[in-house]
């Protein structure tokens, strides 16, 4: 397989039109890739809050029209990162596109963790309740989280029992908390015997300046690609089936007790 993570730059002096065509474009650019990902509300900006009720469209909006035919011209699955969502509810909501070769949104996923702490996206936007897993033409499974979501391994252990191999992190993380960012996404993927493509966005966001580094990691933590600071499109070639191959000759998952059950009383 191979994968092109699209770390794009969001920058206050670029309006939301024009960096949606100009994402557009990189996609369409990766044409030959099996799989292309965007990061978290690359639209806006992940910490840009008081944009986000202004900037929120309908799941099948502007972001849905232009992703959906760059998918169609490039032939590729594309995880077109996050948009602010509003819902048929009012509410906003930080969601999650997948789109396949043809054009077909295959999947939306609400971001389930809220970041903020009682502020900021915690309080403006709604959280989404159901793991989201997207089978790729019958040959490998996506597990879809959203960046803080990467602080909560019950989540990725719900995606790895619904069949995920390959776990997918679009992102807008901070450069200040870039260890964290390395750290948890070697540790999703060890424990859980996984890829992980985590796709963060450069530039700044709000005054916050954003980590980069996007990164691609294999099922036993090697870090297969690393991306820098600044806009990039970071392409890696790797074997969905080394999953397997790492379950089998290491089961540690087999092993597992507490979650599986409920506790005896």
Not at 75 to 95: F, K, M
Not at 111 to 120: A, L, S, T
Not at 206 to 226: C, F, K, M, N, T
Request: proline content about 7%; charged content about 25%.
């Amino acid at each position: 397989m191979r994968a092109s993570l699209i770390q794009i730059a969001v920058n206050e002096d670029e309006t939301v039109e024009a960096r949606r065509l100009r994402a557009a474009a990189l996609v369409r650019e990766q044409a030959g890739a099996d799989l292309v990902v965007l990061p978290e509300l690359w639209t806006t900006g992940a910490f840009a809050f008081e944009e986000f009720d202004a900037a929120a469209e309908s799941l099948r909006g502007p972001t849905h029209e232009a992703m959906a035919k760059a998918a169609s011209d490039a032939g590729v699955w594309l995880h077109a990162g996050s948009i602010p969502e509003r819902g048929p509810d009012g509410r906003l909501y930080n969601t999650s596109l997948v789109f396949s070769p043809a054009g077909d949104l295959t999947a939306s996923y609400r971001k389930i963790h809220r970041f903020g702490f009682d502020k900021g996206e915690a309080v403006l936007m709604g959280a989404g309740r159901e793991p989201v897993t997207v089978p790729l033409a019958d040959t490998t499974i996506l597990g879809v989280a959203t960046c803080y979501d990467l602080r909560f391994p019950e989540l990725f252990r719900a995606l790895v029992d619904a069949g995920a191999e390959i776990l997918v992190v679009p992102a807008g993380w901070p450069e200040r908390r870039r260890p964290h960012w390395t750290l948890l996404a070697q540790a999703r993927a060890v424990e859980n015997q996984a890829f992980v493509l985590a796709c963060g966005t450069a530039g700044t966001h709000a005054g916050v300046p954003q980590a980069g580094h996007s990164i691609v990691v294999d099922p036993w933590g090697e870090v297969l690609a690393e991306a820098g600071p600044d806009e990039e499109v970071l392409t890696v070639e790797f074997d969905p089936a080394k999953v397997a191959r790492t379950r089998e000759q290491f089961p540690a998952l087999k092993d597992r007790v507490l979650g599986l059950e409920p506790p005896r009383g």
